[in-house]
């Protein structure tokens, strides 16, 4: 991916920014209203080439757009796309920090929009990457609170689940130490259990059959570590039918080969 970037300069609200942009990107993309506009944004998020291409569109439509709540999210939403697509570090860190920013501006905007929860709380963990062991557990904690807020107010959406889910079993595997550290910054130990996190991967397949690889992924992680060896061959299968788009659905699918390889054995 950082092959193909070049750096422009794009101007936020508050700083000045380089960003990669492709060097594909056209000048004359055609100016859309706002709801053709964040229709075809979402359109094009099917695949890792119409994730960048939402990425320019909305870049070519922030000035115009910038306060427009539903633009706000979708742009930040852009920016953690950007984030999975890059493969290098410092491009990353970039995405993901004017990501955060973002989605920070679109809560103070629509505190009640649940995808804006929904990214900030994403767009956290993005960040989280790239921090300490202390500022990790700031960000993990943000993340819980607005994934929790996402989840109220927006209570139909899968990918909510599926990250709920990735949260408790992060915490289950949690070693004593870092509890402890979270402990002595927030006054409480985080605690969750493998069962916890099945039922929220559960739910995001309830709510939304085949959802992802990743979703069947962690779904058989997690009746390995129960024992329930059965079930999670059965959900290790499911996930070889569904069709591989991203890279993380490529990652997930070369894990559920492995895990089929040792579950047969």
């Known amino acids: 991916m950082g092959k193909c970037l070049r750096y422009i300069t794009a101007n936020t609200d508050t700083e000045e920014h380089n960003f990669p942009i492709s060097k594909s990107f056209n000048a004359h993309v055609e100016e859309l209203k706002l709801d053709a506009l964040l ?13 960048l291409e939402s990425f320019e569109l909305l870049c070519y439509h922030k000035e115009k757009y910038t306060d427009e709540t ?8 852009a920016y953690g796309d950007m984030y999975e697509l890059s493969t290098n570090t410092q491009e990353k860190k970039h995405y993901a920090n004017i990501g955060k920013t973002l989605s920070e501006r679109a809560i103070t905007r629509a505190p009640m929009n649940g995808h804006c929860h929904l990214w900030y ?7 989280s990457e790239f921090e300490g062991l202390q500022n990790k557990v700031n960000y993990g904690h943000l993340f819980k609170e607005h994934l929790d807020i996402a989840i109220q107010l927006l209570p139909e959406e899968s990918f909510l ?10 915490i289950s595997k949690l070693s004593w130490i870092e509890k402890k550290m979270a402990a002595t910054l927030f006054g409480k130990i985080p605690s969750s259990t493998v069962q916890e996190a099945l039922q929220n991967f559960l739910k995001a397949e309830e709510l939304h059959p085949g959802y992802s690889n990743s979703n069947y992924l962690y779904l ?3 009746y390995i570590d129960i024992d329930e060896r059965q079930n999670a061959l059965k959900f290790c299968n499911l996930a070889l ?10 990652e997930a699918q070369k894990e559920i080969k492995k895990i089929i390889t040792s579950l047969k054995r």
């Open 161 to 170: 689940y599926y990250l709920k889910g990735r949260y408790c079993y992060t």
């Open 241 to 250: 039918l569904l069709p591989c788009v991203t890279k993380e659905d490529k």
């Open 220 to 222: 058989a992680k997690c």
């Open 39 to 51: 229709q075809k944004a979402d359109h094009l998020r099917r695949d890792e080439s119409g994730m």
């Open 70 to 77: 539903e633009f706000m999210w979708r742009f930040a939403r």
């Open 121 to 127: 709380a994403v767009l956290c963990g993005y960040v």
